[in-house]
């Protein structure tokens, strides 16, 4: 279960990235709505939270993707 709250929370990090503001500090999360969003993640079974990762990875690769298309 901590690798996958690790992974799912490397995923929502790169996520956040896109939502507000980078930080170069430790304590990226300022936002209340994602920190009450992660909670709730916490509380869903292992296979609920791969989905999620899932969902977030595709998401990440398709913004990455239509950068790379921009140039």
């Known amino acids: 279960m901590k690798i996958i709250l690790s992974i799912l929370f490397t995923c929502c990090f790169i996520f956040a990235g896109f ?5 170069s500090d430790k304590n990226v999360l300022k936002d209340p709505a994602m920190l009450k969003r992660l909670n709730e993640m916490d509380k869903m079974d ?4 791969t989905h999620i990762v899932k969902v977030i990875d595709a998401f990440i690769k398709s913004i990455k993707l239509k950068d790379i298309a921009a140039f």
């Open 46 to 49: 292992n296979e609920d939270k």
């Open 19 to 23: 939502l507000m503001v980078e930080s």
